[in-house]
Nanobody
Framework: QVQLVESGGGLVQAGGSLRLTCVASGRTFSRVAWFRQAPGKEREIVASIAPSGGLKAYGDSVKGRFTISSDNAKNTVYLQMNSLKPEDTAVYYC????????????WGQGTQVTVSI
C-alpha cells in the first residue's frame, strides 16, 4: 500500500523558516515533488527530486529560498523553506511517481503552511 505522509506545516512569521517532511512508502519512486495550492489559485509545483540520483528542480518563485532533499534510508523527502513570505501561504502536498516521466500518481493529504506579516 502506497502512503505519502506529510508533516511540519504550521504558522510562521514572514522571514522565518519551516521544514516539511514527506515519508513515502509502498513503492520505489523515480521522482518525488512538493506542490502547493493557495485558496483561489491553481496548484503549482514547488520543487522535485529524483531520490536515486538527487537531481533537483525548483519553481521560479522559490528558487534560492527553498531546498529539497532526500534521505533514502528513511524513505523521506524534505522541503526546507527559508525566508518565507506571506505569498507562500498554502496547503503543501507531497506527490510521487514511479515512472520517470509523466504525471504524479500518488499524493499525500497535505499540510497547511501559513506565513503571517
Amino acid at each position: 500500500q502506497v502512503q505519502l505522509v506529510e508533516s511540519g506545516g504550521g504558522l510562521v512569521q514572514a522571514g522565518g523558516s519551516l521544514r516539511l517532511t514527506c515519508v513515502a512508502s509502498g513503492r520505489t519512486f523515480s521522482r518525488v515533488a512538493w506542490f502547493r495550492q493557495a485558496p483561489g489559485k491553481e496548484r503549482e509545483i514547488v520543487a522535485s527530486i529524483a531520490p536515486s540520483g538527487g537531481l533537483k528542480a525548483y519553481g521560479d518563485s522559490v528558487k534560492g529560498r527553498f531546498t529539497i532533499s532526500s534521505d533514502n534510508a528513511k524513505n523521506t523527502v524534505y522541503l526546507q523553506m527559508n525566508s518565507l513570505k506571506p505569498e507562500d501561504t498554502a496547503v503543501y502536498y507531497c506527490a510521487a511517481r514511479v515512472q520517470i516521466m509523466g504525471q504524479y500518481n500518488y499524493w499525500g493529504q497535505g499540510t497547511q503552511v501559513t506565513v503571517s506579516i
